[in-house]
C-alpha cells in the first residue's frame, strides 16, 4: 500500500514538474519578446535624440523656416495682385470703349 501511494506521488509530482517546464517555457518566450522590444525602443528614442537633437532634421527645417522671407513674399504677391487689378480694369475699359457703350 506504501508503494502505490508512493508511487502516486511521484506521477503527481512528475505532472507538476511538466507543467512547470511548459510554464518555463512560455516564460522563456516572454522574455525574449521583451528583450526584442526594449531593443527596438531603445532604436526609436535614439532615431528620435538625432531628428531632434542640434543637428537633427527637425532643427534644419526650423532654420529654413526662420529664413523664408514670408514677409517680401507676401509684399511682392500683393503687388502682383493690384497690378492684375489694374491691367483688367483697363482691358475692360478699352474693351467697353471698342464697343461703343462709352
Known sequence: MTEK???EKLD????????????????????EKILNLQTQVSQLWKKHDQACGPEGIVNQVKNFQASC????IKETIDRQWVTIALLATMVCGSLLKAFGVF
Do not use: C
Open 5 to 7: 501511494l508512493i508511487l
Open 69 to 72: 522671407p514670408r514677409l517680401q
Open 12 to 31: 503527481n509530482m512528475s505532472d507538476r514538474l511538466v507543467k512547470i517546464e511548459e510554464v518555463i517555457a512560455i516564460i522563456a518566450v516572454q522574455d
